[in-house]
């Protein structure tokens, strides 16, 4: 299986800051890295798919990039609406895994 | 627009059976594959099963297989998880999500049903 393992597990950041969340895959996924953001009691959302598409709708302060075995999101300005937590997934192979998450905190 | 409703779930004694309902509209169901992705309380995400859209391939996590069952009717829109000899880390929320093969990611989930396996 693949292991997904995201770095910070939390952080804590200001509005208007830059933020960046890594993730890393046991081994090589190419491109088949999603990011979602989960807020509490509800289902996850979908931000990007492909490593780097940005989905229809998601605010361009959100983006990804990586390929292989190494991905980030990085949000560059933080607004009230981004403190939740954000998971990453892999979509390879089966079975499809997560990443353990990144609860981004109010400073 | 694309909308994913569950039903089904509640509270089950260990090695009881349930059967977790979803409805999909808004979008040509019998297109996609779909799955059934669940959160323990206070956990991550974890993928449990898919199914393609005819029905005839189907893929679990190695914890459900032999005891849960993913299967699809596409004149009805519906997906449905029939879930057996359920355990306590059987308990979490189960979400439906529609699955783009083309890209690889959940791109839309339903609302969620609470599951819990206590005596």
């Known amino acids: 299986d693949v292991q997904m393992t995201q770095s910070p597990s939390s952080v804590s950041a200001s509005v208007g800051d830059r933020v960046t969340i890594t993730c890393r895959a046991s081994q090589g996924i190419s491109s088949w890295l999603a990011w979602y953001q989960q807020k509490p009691g509800k289902a996850p959302n979908l931000l990007i798919s492909?490593?780097?598409s940005l989905q229809s709708g998601v605010p361009s302060r959100f983006s990804g990039s990586g390929s292989g075995t190494d991905f980030t999101l990085t949000i560059s300005s933080l607004q009230p609406e981004d403190f939740a937590t954000y998971y990453c997934?892999?979509?390879?192979?089966?079975?499809?895994?997560f990443g353990q998450g990144t609860k981004l905190e109010i400073k | 627009e694309v909308q994913l409703v569950e039903s089904g779930g509640g509270l089950v004694q260990p090695g009881g059976s349930l059967r977790l309902s979803c409805a999909g509209s808004?979008?040509?169901?019998?297109?996609?594959?779909m799955s059934w992705v669940r959160q323990a309380p206070g956990k991550g995400l974890e993928w449990v099963a898919n199914i393609k859209q005819d029905g005839n391939e189907k893929y679990y996590v190695d914890s459900v297989k032999g005891r849960f069952t993913i299967s699809r009717d596409n004149a009805k829109n519906s997906l449905s998880l029939q879930m057996n000899s359920l355990r306590a880390e059987d308990t979490a929320v189960y979400y439906c999500?529609?699955?783009?093969?083309?890209?690889?990611?959940?791109?839309?989930w339903g609302q969620g049903r609470l599951v819990t396996v206590s005596s």
């Open positions: 808004g979008f040509t169901f019998s297109s996609y594959w």
């Open positions: 999500a529609r699955f783009d093969y083309g890209s690889g990611p959940f791109d839309y």
């Open positions: 997934q892999q979509a390879n192979s089966f079975p499809y895994t």
């Open positions: 492909a490593a780097s």
